[in-house]
């Protein structure tokens, strides 16, 4: 697991360093500008001629010692320094010094238009921007993104915000982005990401002490966290230890939202599944899942007896008999239950406060109507929008984008995993269906909605390699999601 800071948590883990600890700015200053040159090093030919184009603040100084660093090592590099000198801060002052001292070509802002640059290195605003970018800085950042020259961001991308990944007027646009110490959240969500290219996070040196204090509420999942969470099986078990989930689902004319959600339950580990839906649906679920046990809609409030989770709304429709089932979940449901799709719409009619026991897993649309705020709204501001939602209904939220952002009103995840091959009709569920054969395992509703949309994303991901995302169906996750489970512990052993 690794934690996502904004632009302000990240400045008070340099603070905490600098002021609490004694850490000197300029050591860790030093120490950015070297992780960035090693990185240069390692990719760029030593022919390659580099321009550090670097603003008066902190960020500054990171380019303007960085080129000083390649310098020293025999390369091409020269800085450009945008701004005025009496707005220099000390730091990047002192190391403006010693790069004149080191004979460092220092050369104007107009060199950028003349392409006589094979790298550039784009250090003119750093993490504490929070204005939109104007006049001779809007114009720099055109030419470096109009430029030949492979552009590396430090830091963040200027014109990046550092919080919310929206780009403040304008950005450049990096091929790679060295962030230092911790990662940014606004490197993982859009539009943030697509400017910042490959991200790598760079150790600087940030004290132990001072990276316990700063705790931020974001945070994102890697491989290695897979087995980590996911429920034990032991040896000597049967069906029943692994929860029974109840897949409340299908109308007439969706089958096949039932169909994925059951299957996707049994592919992630659930011991018994039983499908509620239209009866003209049975024997063709039967046919495609025979593991699956099936009942009709008005046997309900028997099969909710019987359940360990239940997951309801995919395809469920949105006539009167699908709003009373809703409402006799919502009601009486005595299990973690998951709500989706139709489900969403129709339980807005019966309440608007819910319980921790409840996860919903609503795409932006639906958010915006669970919600009120436009679409336009919640995708410019997922993560508090995600946070606001699950604090007014008092249960998980699952708001499912490009990003896709899970809370229970106190933290937050941000989902890494996945790709646009999966923006296909039943990809979401798959996506209820492991959910809900996590909480039938036993898992806690917010953990379990974390793990199964990371794993449902790596899903896509392997599957997407593996016959590309134009080809990419949801049935094909089902693959996936096995293909994840044991890729994860075949790194383990």
Known sequence: MRYLYTGQDAKKVDEHSIEVVGMPSLVLMERAAMTVAKVLMERESKESRFLAVCGTGNNGGDGVATARILHEMGYKAAIAIVG????MSDETKKQTEIAVGCHVPVIPMSAIKDHEFDVILDSLFGIGLSRDISDVYEQIINDINESDAIVYSLDIPSGVHAGSGKVLGTAVKAQTTVTFGVNKLGLILHPGCEYAGEVIVADIGFPNESMRAICPPYYYYEPSDICSFLPERRPRTHKGDYGRVLVVAGSKEMTGAAYLCASAAYRMGAGLVKVVSVSENRDVLLSGVPEILFAEREELSEAMDWADAIV?????GLDAE?????ETVIENSPVPTVIDGDGIRLCRNTTTKLSENFV??????????????SVEDIRSSIVSATYDAAMDIDGIVVC??????VSDGNTGYVNVSGNNGMVTGGSGDVLVGMIGSLLGQGMEPFEAAK??????????????EKISKYALMASDLLEGIGEVIR????HAV
């Open 312 to 316: 309801i709304g995919p395809g469920l």
């Open 487 to 490: 890729e994860a512990y075949h």
């Open 400 to 405: 499912k984008d490009s990003r896709t952002i």
């Open 84 to 87: 005025y000198p009496d707005s």
């Open 451 to 464: 793990l199964a949309v990371y794993i449902h994303g790596l899903a896509g991901d392997v599957m997407a």
């Open 322 to 326: 699908a709003q009373e089932m809703v």
């Open 360 to 373: 919903l897993t609503p795409h932006v649309k639906e958010m915006s109507y669970l919600t009120g705020r």
